[in-house]
């Protein structure tokens, strides 16, 4: 934090830092995490069976999706995993708050012209780059499911982790100008 230029390059890179706080998120937070997202990706698996879709990107859509549908999908599940973050605010483990809290005095200190929301929002970018987002997007590998999602939910899962990474950000939401996608 005190060699940082800006508060919004915080906590991105790879140092020593992002690693031992990466290892806290998941040493402190697994239970957690597993307790908030198990029973929302197994109702993916039941959507999935249906044929439920995510994809936004034209270039992606197989020939009997329907983007609107897909559009609906992913917001529906959007909302619902945000809905469900928010709601368990009290269940988030003690020790993360701990961290997190130390986290807001270092920033607040090193920032101390920025404002009190600035500061929280890097917490919260913070949260949901390095601890919520990496077990959504790889829900077995985090120990949250058994088994591996279908390539189907793993695009809604990375569509999903992008909303929610914006919505931490405070980023408008823009189309992605990139050839893959």
Known sequence: ????????????????????????????????????????????????????????????????????????????????????????????????????HCMYQVVTQRFQQSTIEAVWTVIGTVIFLRFINPAIVSPSESGIIEQQPTSRMKRGLTLMCKIMQNIANHVLFTKEQRSEE
């Open 1 to 100: 934090v005190e060699i940082a230029d800006c508060m919004q390059t915080l906590f991105r890179g790879n140092s020593l830092a992002n690693k031992i706080m990466a290892f806290c998120f998941k040493i402190y937070g697994q239970g957690y995490l597993r307790e908030l997202l198990h029973p929302l990706i197994m109702d993916m698996f039941e959507a999935d069976k249906m044929g439920v879709s995510y994809e936004v990107y034209t270039a992606r859509l197989e020939s009997s999706e329907n983007i609107e549908n897909n559009r609906q999908n992913l917001m529906g599940l959007t909302q619902k995993v945000f809905n469900a973050v928010v709601a368990s605010a009290q269940r988030f483990p003690p020790k993360l708050r701990s961290m997190c």
